[in-house]
């Protein structure tokens, strides 16, 4: 998965195997990815913190591995198929634990950079560092960010530093120029920003009292949507009123649109679907 979380699983890997090809996907586009794939050039094709649009891709080959911890993968669950999925952790740490229980590797060394990660990915935000390092993905991108974070060291440069501060500004311009639409019939706004959507979403659900907010990201055509509603689960819901290609976690999710109408009609259906169901 092409994100902080996707980019540590892959680190995991690359403390245990030598040859390796990475490659960064997005919801949407594992399918197509997968059904284009010359699986006899690999020993493996490994899936951490993502997973197919549907179940049948798996059965291309019996080199596929899934390693995910997605809520809305659980239906994909199956050990005895090389197909597992937790929740609750982030998956990097997932695939380090996994690699320490089964085949009795040492990554010790990768414990406080993990649970780093976690911090972040499972939104804890007890540990400064976690949103520190979301930033730093940001500036390094997933090549030279495994590269810089491949033995876990925390300890940030000044250049890092300087570039942390500066993000930090940028945030706070960037969720004071916010322009909200809100919808009609339920207590949900959308904004449209391509970068910071974690901070601006939650922090618009805790000073706005929405009950939804949803964040369109112009270049990624990807709209996230995040909640403070702990008796309704956004993943599932998008799966359900959307369907493959769509999901998350309990308090987060997202999907995918390939226009402005077609983000007007999912709204539209989104909005409708919670008036009628929360």
């Not at 991108?141 to 500066?166: A, H, P, V």
Request: glycine fraction near 6%.
């Amino acid at each position: 998965h092409k994100d902080l979380d996707g980019v540590a699983s892959s680190i995991i890997i690359s403390n245990l195997y030598k040859n390796v090809e990475y490659v960064g996907l997005k919801y949407g586009e594992v399918n197509k990815f997968l059904e284009q794939l010359d699986f006899s050039k690999y020993d493996v094709v490994l899936l951490t913190d993502i997973s197919p649009e549907s179940i049948e891709v798996f059965s291309l080959s019996n080199k596929l591995f899934l390693l995910d911890h997605h809520d809305t993968a659980l239906q994909y669950h199956s050990p005895e198929n090389n197909r597992l999925v937790v929740h609750g952790i982030c998956a990097a740490k997932f695939v380090k634990e996994f690699y320490e229980e089964v085949f009795g590797v040492v990554l010790s060394y990768l414990n406080e950079f993990v649970t780093v990660i976690n911090d972040y990915d499972m939104w804890i935000l007890d540990d400064p560092r976690s949103w520190c390092m979301n930033e730093l993905y940001f500036k390094y991108w997933d090549t030279n960010f495994r590269i810089r974070f491949k033995g876990g060291n925390l300890k940030f440069t000044e250049q890092e530093l300087g570039f942390i501060k500066c993000r930090r500004k940028l945030l706070l311009e960037n969720y004071n120029a916010l322009e909200l639409y809100d919808f009609d019939s339920i207590n949900g706004t959308l904004i449209i920003a391509n970068s910071f959507v974690n901070d601006m979403t939650n922090r618009l659900l805790r000073e706005k009292n929405y009950d939804v907010v949803c964040c369109y990201n112009t270049k990624s055509m990807h709209v996230s949507v995040r909640t403070k509603c702990p008796n309704h689960h956004i993943g599932n819901m998008l799966r359900g009123v959307f369907g493959q290609g769509s999901g998350g976690h309990q308090m987060a999710g997202a999907f995918s649109v390939k226009s402005y109408e077609e983000l007007d009609e999912k709204l539209e259906m989104l909005e409708n679907y919670i008036k009628e169901n929360w």
